[in-house]
């Protein structure tokens, strides 16, 4: 029985190994920042949780495998954010999509976007600063 | 309450994270728990009263993690098969996702549910007018109704019933 857990421990860590490797082939062979972000978050994410719950089959209920499974939970939660993160700031910093790519309704309504982002600014409260000048 | 709930989960971690468990490892950890939660109780539970609910665990564990494993498998091996074809069969763009909702959480739910689903990644979020904006590898629609269907559809019927 613990055999047999320890086989499927490793398929899992085997088959997460190789979508680790199609992400990297993503990250060289696709053509701009969005398209490899989008190779780096999906196929990085689910090869890195699997390559971990495959540990915690191995490892089993101690103290490693309660980490491992802990951490499939932080790279699930913070792998998404920061790709959209740095896509959203890769767009804002004025780098343009790639040639053959199709439509961009993103810089289309970035001019309305940021003046709305404006408009909350200037109506949030005044900020301590005013306060320590005087 | 909503640090009382953030103490227990932050407690939780700290005993995961420092398994085996004993009394001084233990004791350390309720006082850091007890500090992360009266410092930030109030950041990340904002409506307690919503875990209350028991529907709303039901249709988390049982309808929206399957979904969103199952979706998560078909986008690594749709990404995969692109990347390893030779021809490189991409047309990417970003188009426009309407949205219902409007809780923090679930809008966060959603938004990183479509990144680590097929071929979508999140790009900014237009709260007031409930706009996503999503880089696609593979565009299929760039009208926003039927975009809407194709990638926010997915998620947001159960994410309603359980965020909102």
């Known amino acids: ?4 857990v320890h086989v499927v421990g490793m398929v899992f860590i085997g088959g997460g190994v190789a979508f680790d490797l199609f992400g990297c082939l993503g990250l060289v062979r696709l053509p701009d920042v969005y398209n490899r972000l989008q190779a780096a978050t999906k196929c990085v994410t689910l090869g890195t949780c699997s390559v971990l719950l495959g540990t915690c089959l191995i490892v089993g209920p101690s103290g490693g495998g309660w980490r491992a499974l802990l951490c499939i939970l932080f790279v699930v939660l913070t792998a998404p954010v920061s790709a959209h993160a ?5 767009h804002r910093a004025g780098i343009r999509l790639w ?3 199709v439509s961009d309704a993103y810089s289309e309504d970035r001019d309305a976007l940021n003046a709305k982002q404006q408009a909350r600014n200037d109506n949030a409260p005044a900020t301590p600063q005013t306060e320590t000048r005087t | 309450m909503s640090k009382l709930i953030l103490f227990v989960f932050a407690w939780l971690v700290w005993c995961l994270l420092t398994w085996p468990p004993s009394l001084p490892v233990l004791l350390a950890g309720a006082g850091v728990a007890a500090l992360v939660a009266y410092l930030t109780g109030d950041l990340f539970v904002k409506r307690p009263h919503l875990l209350r609910n028991p529907v709303r665990y ?8 399957p979904v969103f494993v199952w979706q998560c498998l078909r986008a690594n091996v749709d990404v995969a098969w692109r990347v390893l074809n030779p021809r490189l069969p991409i047309r990417p763009g970003i188009v426009r996702v309407h949205t219902e909702l409007k809780s923090d959480v679930g809008l966060t739910f959603l938004a990183n549910a479509i990144t680590l689903t097929p071929g979508t ?4 979020i237009d709260r007031g007018a409930g706009v996503l904006y ?3 590898i593979y565009v299929k629609e760039t009208e926003i109704e039927a975009a809407s269907r194709e990638i926010s559809g997915r998620f ?3 994410l309603r019933e359980i965020f909102e």
């Open chain 1, 99 to 101: 040639e053959g790519s």
């Open chain 2, 134 to 136: 999503i880089h696609c």
């Open chain 1, 1 to 4: 029985m613990i055999d047999f």
């Open chain 1, 86 to 90: 740095i896509a959203r700031g890769a």
């Open chain 2, 156 to 158: 947001e019927y159960i």
């Open chain 2, 58 to 65: 039901w249709y988390f564990c049982f309808i929206f993690l």
């Open chain 2, 121 to 124: 990644m999140t790009v900014d």
